[in-house]
């Protein structure tokens, strides 16, 4: 079985990318909604992404630089602005959601593009998704870069300050996975839906 040192140089981060992103996986899609400092919108999806903490309650996502080493809008937005809207990736918009990981020109409007309803997010600038059945609004705790090379991460920590959750979703005490269906990311173009969910009880 072959050994890889990664100090050694012997994958590319190209190569790293794609064991990375078809190992580590299903990922659950995180919809992010910022705004530049002239109150232009932009949305785009990251899949890697996760809870970090609940007291405070902190959601963490990683935009990773492009091949020339040159930060996503989102991260520049919210350098600028540090709000952002987090929805979760559902498989009822995720051709919508698929539209808006296009690459547009910079100020460009991925909500517009396609072809998304906007609706006010209490306390915070940056608007919501109107027919997402979740929204995190969330204020920006911190942004830890891991370097300026290609493919090097940011993590960004948005704490939650306000949540849409739509009476269908939620009872107060469970989720309906049913009516939410979020989708999960694989490698490549791939897609992984929640249709087949088994459980096990955890130990006392």
């Known amino acids: 079985m072959p050994h890889y040192a990664i100090d050694d140089n012997e994958l590319s981060a190209g ?111 940056v608007p919501r998704i109107k027919a997402a059945p979740v929204a995190f609004g969330c204020t920006l705790f911190d942004i830890v870069r891991f370097g300026d090379s290609p493919l090097a991460g940011s993590l960004v920590l948005a704490r939650i300050e306000s949540i849409y959750v739509d009476e269908h979703i939620w009872d107060g005490r469970h989720v309906d996975m049913e009516t939410l269906k979020p989708t999960g990311r694989l490698a490549g173009n791939g897609y992984v839906r929640i249709t087949d969910r088994f459980v096990i009880e955890r130990p006392g």
């Open 15 to 125: 190569k790293i990318y794609r064991l990375l992103s078809g190992t580590v996986c299903p990922r659950p899609i995180a919809w992010v909604a910022t705004r530049d400092a002239e109150g232009r919108a932009n949305l785009a999806p990251f899949s890697f992404f996760n809870v970090a903490s609940i007291d405070p309650p902190v959601l963490a996502f990683s935009p990773l630089l492009d091949g020339e080493g040159k930060a996503k809008d989102t991260v520049n937005n919210l350098d600028a602005v540090g709000e952002c809207v987090v929805h979760v990736g559902s498989e009822d918009l995720i051709e919508a959601l698929n539209a808006t990981s296009a690459t547009l020109e910079a100020g460009e409007d991925e909500f517009e593009h396609a072809g998304l309803e906007k609706a006010d997010m209490p306390g915070l600038s």
